[in-house]
């Protein structure tokens, strides 16, 4: 089932970070950054951002939710502090 954003909501899929550093980390650590990496997976026509460009949030800005056994995330574009075209 696909979510159709609305209100300058843009739908999101977090990318994950690979770890290139040689330094071992505890099992569980999670990273304090205030800013992730994410996939614009579905976007308002109102929005500038182009659908499937990776973006950069605020991750504290991001909203989770289940519905029917899928999880979304969504951001809003106010979070969105840029993104990268043609990757």
């Known amino acids: 089932m696909k979510l159709y954003p609305v209100n300058k909501f843009i739908v999101v899929e ?3 970070e690979k770890n290139s550093s040689s330094v071992l ?3 569980g650590f999670t990273s304090k950054s205030d800013v992730k990496v ?3 997976v579905s976007v308002p026509q109102n ?3 182009p659908e499937g460009c990776k973006v950069v949030a605020l991750s504290n800005m991001v909203s989770k939710f289940t519905v029917d056994g899928v999880t979304y995330h969504t951001v ?3 979070a969105v502090l840029g993104y990268f075209a043609g990757i």
């Open 14 to 16: 977090q990318i994950e």
């Open 25 to 27: 980390l505890p099992e």
């Open 38 to 40: 994410y996939r614009a």
């Open 47 to 49: 929005v500038t951002i």
């Open 76 to 78: 809003p574009e106010s």
